[in-house]
């Protein structure tokens, strides 16, 4: 398993599985998954995702994520996007 930090900004924070104050730690299967099979296993609607960001760095949805990754995601309604 791997452990990964989630951080949702503005519309996509919910509070509970993920926030935009703090990131929130998800436990996943390591094997071959993908920011985009992360994001989908933890129920963000891909379409409400304009920009992700992989440890801090701009990253598309079939980018591999390990153990320790943070992942940042941006709806397209924050200003100046």
């Known amino acids: 398993m791997a452990s990964l930090n989630l951080k949702c900004f503005t519309t996509l924070a919910d509070g509970k599985l993920w926030d935009h104050a703090r990131a929130v730690l998800h436990q996943?299967?390591?094997?071959?998954?993908?920011?985009?099979?992360?994001?989908?296993?933890?129920?963000?609607?891909?379409?409400?995702?304009?920009?992700?960001?992989?440890?801090?760095?701009?990253?598309?949805w079939d980018r591999p994520?390990?153990?320790g990754d943070s992942v940042s995601l941006v709806p397209p309604d924050v200003g100046g996007m």
Not at 40 to 49: F, K, S, T
């Open 28 to 60: 996943i299967p390591e094997e071959n998954t993908t920011v985009e099979n992360f994001v989908d296993r933890v129920g963000i609607p891909l379409e409400r995702v304009k920009v992700i960001l992989l440890n801090g760095r701009v990253a598309d």
């Open 65 to 67: 994520v390990h153990d």
